[in-house]
Structure formats: structure tokens, C-alpha cells
């Protein structure tokens, strides 16, 4: 674990921080006023009695050894010949650190993100269905829909072109009364039956009708072979 000096963990993280205070750029960085300021700033550690990790002082020798090498005159007198800057390598260092520090701070938000989310594996719902309410097991609720759809669609298509239009309220209770008496005298009828009238009101209050019965078990839903009829008949199991 970095020696922590106040808020900075390691040297890189102190040089960091004096440079963008400095508002420097870091790819053309001061030395000499860079180097002022780290060793003012470990000076001022070692007068408030604050033991400084050797990592730092590691650091202090390379920079006074760059500003040490800047001072120096080019001995190369060769045209064309480009001087190696003596900062190449500590500003790459600071570069590879500041990204080290913006991914872990970036990760760091994830998590934080990431703490607030809860997942769960996924699991067999099949203990989670109520069979209970199942209409019947070759009655689909989709069967009946379609079936009703199809069957409205030929109505349509069957009405006179003149008709003349009352409104009446149908309530699925009252509907469900019907129902009820009829099932009372023919014990057995087929669905499409219950639908005498052809509108969207008393079709709507009926299929929801036959629904709830099916679903109190008052009645049973069957079709005995695909595309036959479909049976609406009193429940005598209930």
C-alpha cells in the first residue's frame, strides 16, 4: 500500500496535482518551477515531523537530475540532430498514471451504479402458475379470441347495409345472469351461441361474462378437435 502524504497516494499523484494547479501543460512541463514547488512542499512535511516515504525522495533526485541535465549546454553539434528531451520518460509515467487514475475513477462510479441494481437468476415460474383459473386444457384464452374474432368478422360482413343503430347499456353482470339461465335450462350450449347480438358493447360484456364463470368454475369451455365447436357447459364438478 502507497505511503500517504494528506491526500496524495504515491509521488506521481503529488506531481500530478502541483502541475495541474500550476495550470502547466503536461507535455511541456516547468522543471525548474515543477521542482521548486515538490520540494518545498516535502520540506514542509519533514518541519511538521511527518515521516516521508522513501518513494518520494526517489522522485525529488529524478527531477533535480532532469533540471540538472536542462541546465547542461548541447554538446551535439551535429544539424538536424534532435536533443533527447530529458522529460520524455516522467511525462510518459505522469500520462500512463493520469489514465490509471481515470479509468479507476470511472470504475468506481460503475460501482457505485452497480450497487443500486439487484438481479436475480432466473428461475422455473411453472411453481408460480395458478392452475385454478386455467379455462380449459384445450381452450386456450387466444382460442376463444380468435374464435370471437372471426366470428364478429363474418357477422360484419353478413349485416344489411341499412341498420338502424340503439344504444343500450350491457353490463357483464347482467350478461352473466343470462348466461346463467341458460346454462340452467340447456346444460349445454355452443359459445357462439351466447353472442345473439352483433355489437361491440354486448360481444365485449359476454366474452367477459363467460370469462369470470369460467374462471368461478361455474361453467367448462371445450373443443373437442381443432376448428370444432366450441362447448360452453355448466361446470357440474363445482
Excluded at 479509468?103 to 457505485?112: A, G
Excluded at 387466444?142 to 360482413?157: E, F, I, P, S
Amino acid at each position: 500500500m502507497d505511503f500517504i502524504i494528506n491526500d496524495f497516494e504515491g509521488p506521481l499523484d503529488l506531481l500530478l496535482h502541483l502541475i495541474k494547479e500550476s495550470k502547466m501543460d503536461i507535455m511541456n512541463i516547468e522543471i525548474e518551477e515543477i521542482t521548486k514547488q515538490y520540494m518545498a512542499f516535502l520540506d514542509k512535511q519533514e518541519k511538521m515531523n511527518l515521516e516521508v516515504s522513501s518513494e518520494y525522495l526517489v522522485l525529488a533526485s529524478e527531477l533535480l537530475e532532469i533540471k540538472s541535465r536542462l541546465l547542461l549546454p548541447n554538446n551535439k553539434d551535429e544539424e538536424n540532430v534532435e536533443a533527447e528531451d530529458p522529460r520524455e520518460e516522467l511525462i510518459s509515467r505522469l500520462l500512463e498514471y493520469q489514465a490509471y487514475k481515470d479509468i479507476t475513477k470511472t470504475l468506481h462510479d460503475k460501482e457505485l451504479l452497480r450497487r443500486d441494481i439487484y438481479t436475480k437468476t432466473p428461475e422455473n415460474i411453472n411453481n408460480y402458475i395458478d392452475d385454478s383459473h386455467e379455462i380449459h386444457a384445450d381452450v386456450t384464452l387466444d382460442d376463444l379470441v380468435n374464435a370471437l374474432v372471426n366470428y364478429y368478422q363474418r357477422k360484419n360482413d353478413n349485416k344489411p347495409l341499412k341498420t338502424k343503430v340503439t344504444v343500450n347499456e350491457i353490463s357483464v353482470s347482467s350478461r352473466r345472469h343470462d348466461i346463467k339461465k341458460i346454462l340452467s335450462e340447456k346444460k349445454r350450449i355452443s359459445f357462439f351461441e351466447l353472442f345473439p347480438v352483433v355489437s361491440k358493447e354486448y360481444i365485449v360484456a359476454t366474452f367477459l361474462a363467460i370469462l369470470e364463470m369460467a374462471k368461478s368454475r361455474e361453467l367448462v369451455i371445450k373443443q373437442e378437435n381443432n376448428f370444432d365447436d366450441i362447448i360452453c357447459e355448466v361446470n357440474n364438478n363445482a
